[in-house]
């Protein structure tokens, strides 16, 4: 997975992928052997930025099965964009690109949980319901999250944010 224009006809199998799978798109890169940084940008880091755009409404990313020795070359195109995407695989889940620090542990956070509301962020961290909610949302925005809408027994309006990554 070298070169610019190899990386464009990825991107298009990718949002081709994303236009016919449900909320989650999970690609698996177990047996890719080298990925340029050209590759990354144009296959994952322009595609990430065409979801952030809102291109393909709430969908989402998550990276599998890179091998740490490549996962560079993805982590510089995204971090040129200020972007992140999740990946989940045998060496552990994480975050490649950009995430303020304050992001990330929120991120860690509800991945361990699995699901969390604003309210029980809040009392779990301290932080007052309006900043965990800030936080949640803007996970969301960046598809790290995805973001459910109840009801609750008493009434009124309820989100709750769920992992993508499955919990091991």
Not at 35 to 49: L, M, R
Not at 126 to 152: C, H, Y
Request: aromatic residues 6%.
């Amino acid at each position: 997975m070298v070169t610019r224009s190899a990386g464009k006809a990825v991107q298009e199998k990718i949002l081709n992928a994303l236009n016919n799978c449900g909320d989650v798109l999970y690609l698996d890169f177990s047996g890719v052997e080298i990925i340029d940084y050209s590759f990354a940008d144009e296959a994952i880091a322009k595609t990430v930025s065409r979801l952030l755009a809102g291109e393909m409404g709430d969908k989402c990313i998550v990276l599998t099965n890179l091998n740490p020795a490549w996962a560079e070359n993805l982590d510089v195109a995204l971090k040129q964009r200020q972007i992140a995407v999740l990946t989940d695989g045998p060496a552990g889940q994480g975050v490649l690109g950009t995430l303020k620090d304050h992001l990330r542990r929120t991120l860690d956070y509800v991945n361990s949980r699995q699901s969390v509301t604003a309210r029980e962020l809040g009392e779990a961290t301290g932080l007052n319901v309006g900043a965990a909610n800030n936080r949640l949302a803007e996970l969301w925005r960046q598809r790290l999250l995805r973001r459910s809408d109840v009801i609750p027994a008493g009434g009124g309006r309820q989100y709750v944010y769920e992992s993508l990554l499955e919990r091991v």
